[in-house]
């Protein structure tokens, strides 16, 4: 059996050593367009604040592949499938025939559509490379914008506090964390967040970049001026589905799978980021892993379901903690919190089952929390939190 998998993330590599623990034969390849070995992409943010350096990231080496009698091509972008003769073909015209293909070619940064957008200055926070871009250019410029006040976006900032520069985060919302946090928790993140020194402006956004080919400042649209030689935007990601458009493969976010990764082509399957399961693209690296295991069962022939993963974040940034799961900030459940200097605790209790919690500053209760969510228990459970 030939199995070729596209991309050496979270979800090719997972569903790699998955094939080979049931198939001690078959021929594992795996083919990506970075030139890395797979790297631990959360850690970037402690690689951009300086805090480690890049071979902290790497989990394999060469050796390790070769111990697994995995093939691994880096380098190699593909650009189009063959269904029919079941053969991969690579940028410069290499070809690869396989028997099961997985697409697992993750997402890309969003950019949006702003006055300006393509000029010098402005970067996009996704590899190793864009870090790497970041750094260097700027070595000389101080004054730094972020658009996106998400997970992303305040990491990125805090790294960058770090690295000594002036960092002020542009959020279209009026509240960080929007996707984690309700308008009273994002204000507490907030007030936490400036006493570091990151500054924030909520509520509006970029229209349009200055500078002739380099970024010098920016218009938001309330009018309000700013200069500024470095951007960085942090306004989402897309699955990558380039492959999947000439092939016929059903996506609407994603490319949609089963319960099993399979798409709707015969022994094509999709996992992780670029992977659309029950109308979730979860763009995380747990269910990425959960989904490249499941496909690498179902490949090598055995059979195993996703059922979805739990959604959950973890923010730890210029040391303050906050987790947040499940549905927050929804009008139809009933709210139970607790707040003292240190610690915010907010539960959302629905039918007698808590459906979503957010903890700023109380790392510790987070595992209990997210356990009493995946159980349906009711907010007794957690009444000493209270
Ligand atoms: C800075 C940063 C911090 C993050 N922090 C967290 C976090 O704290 N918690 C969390 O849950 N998630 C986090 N994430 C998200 C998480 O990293 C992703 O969900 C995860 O890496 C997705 O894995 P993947 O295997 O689907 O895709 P990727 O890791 O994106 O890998 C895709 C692979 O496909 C290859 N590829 C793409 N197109 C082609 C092609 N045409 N031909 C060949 N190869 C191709 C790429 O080169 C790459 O090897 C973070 C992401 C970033 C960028």
Not at 55 to 77: H, M, T, V
Not at 78 to 85: A, F, S, T
Not at 93 to 118: H, M, N, Q, V, W
Not at 267 to 289: F, K, R
Request: aromatic residues 8%.
């Amino acid at each position: 059996m030939r199995y070729l998998i596209v991309g050496n993330g979270a979800a090719g590599i997972e569903a790699a050593l998955n094939i080979r623990k049931l198939d001690s034969d078959g021929e594992i390849k795996i083919i990506a367009q970075s030139k890395n070995h797979f790297y631990y992409r959360p850690r970037l943010i402690e690689y951009l604040a300086g805090d480690i350096d890049f071979n902290s990231l790497l989990k394999y080496d060469e050796k390790f592949y070769q111990e697994k009698n995995i093939d691994i091509e880096l380098g190699l972008k593909i650009v189009n499938i063959d269904k029919e003769n079941k053969v991969v073909e690579c940028e410069y015209g290499e070809k690869f025939s396989y028997d099961k293909l997985l697409i697992a070619t993750g997402a890309r940064s969003f950019i949006p559509t702003i006055k300006g957008i393509l000029k010098v200055g402005i970067f996009k926070f996704r590899g190793v490379s864009d870090c790497d871009e970041i750094l260097s250019y700027s070595e000389t410029h101080k004054d730094v914008i972020i658009i996106g006040a998400g997970l992303l976006g305040i990491e990125a900032a805090n790294s960058l506090k770090k690295r000594g520069k002036n960092v002020t985060i542009v959020e279209y919302c009026d509240r960080l964390l929007p996707n984690q946090l309700d308008k009273e928790g994002s204000d507490i993140l907030r007030d936490k967040l400036e006493e570091k020194g990151i500054n924030f402006i909520l509520g509006d956004c970029v229209e349009e970049v200055h500078g002739r080919a380099f970024v010098d400042g920016l218009t938001l649209r309330s009018g309000k001026t700013m200069p500024c030689k470095v951007i960085i935007l942090s306004t989402g990601i897309r699955p990558r589905l380039e492959l999947a458009e000439n092939l016929g493969l059903n996506t609407q976010r994603g490319i949609i799978v089963n319960n099993k990764m399979e798409t709707n082509i015969k022994d094509i399957y999709a996992a992780g980021d670029v992977a659309e399961h029950n109308g979730l693209c979860y763009g995380l690296w747990i269910p990425s892993m959960e989904q490249g295991k499941i496909a690498g069962i179902n490949m090598a022939g055995e059979a195993s379901e996703y059922e979805g993963s739990t959604i959950e974040t973890r923010l730890k940034v210029t040391g303050i903690s906050v987790f947040s799961a499940g549905i927050i900030g929804t009008d139809e459940a009933d709210v139970y919190a607790y707040k003292d200097d240190i610690v915010y605790r907010k539960f959302f209790v629905k039918d007698g089952k808590i459906i979503g919690a957010f903890i700023i500053g109380d790392p510790r209760s987070s595992l209990k929390v997210s356990k009493a969510i995946n159980n349906g228990d009711g907010i007794e459970t957690l009444k000493e939190l209270l």
